[in-house]
């Protein structure tokens, strides 16, 4: 078992930076997939990220790909979302989360949301225009 804690969160004026960071407990973190998530206030759970085992591959959706950046260090069990040119419609919820699956995968929000994949409690974004 995995357990998550996202931080890092804030507020942030469009045009800004933030980084997140998400910490995994246990021993194991390196056999998982992870993945960054968002829901803003009455929508859907949205993939944001994903970076295989190892750290060599990602996968970003078009709506932040060239802004955001995923990485991981296994030495310190932890995952970062690096947050570049933040605009309004990027606040949300932000999520990570730890797959068994493949990082190509994690972009499948409905089969992530089933699958058993670990989840953090959260960590608020607020871009203000």
């Known amino acids: 078992q995995v357990q998550l804690v996202e931080s890092g969160g804030g507020l942030v004026q469009a045009g800004g930076s933030l980084r997140l960071s998400c910490a995994a407990s246990?021993?194991?973190?390196?056999?998982?997939?992870m993945g960054w998530f968002r829901q803003a206030p009455g929508k859907e759970r949205e993939f944001v990220a994903s970076i295989n085992r190892n750290g060599t591959i990602t996968y970003y959706p078009d709506s932040v790909k060239g802004r955001f950046t995923i990485s991981r260090n296994n030495a310190r069990n932890t995952v970062y979302l690096q947050m570049n040119k933040l605009k309004p419609e990027d606040t949300a919820v932000y999520y990570c989360?730890?797959?068994?699956?493949?990082?190509?995968?994690?972009?499948?929000?409905?089969?992530?949301?089933?699958?058993?994949?670990?989840w953090g409690q959260g960590t608020q974004v607020t871009v203000s225009s």
């Open positions: 246990g021993r194991t973190f390196s056999t998982y997939s």
């Open positions: 989360a730890a797959s068994r699956g493949t990082a190509l995968a994690m972009g499948d929000i409905r089969q992530i949301l089933i699958s058993g994949a670990y």
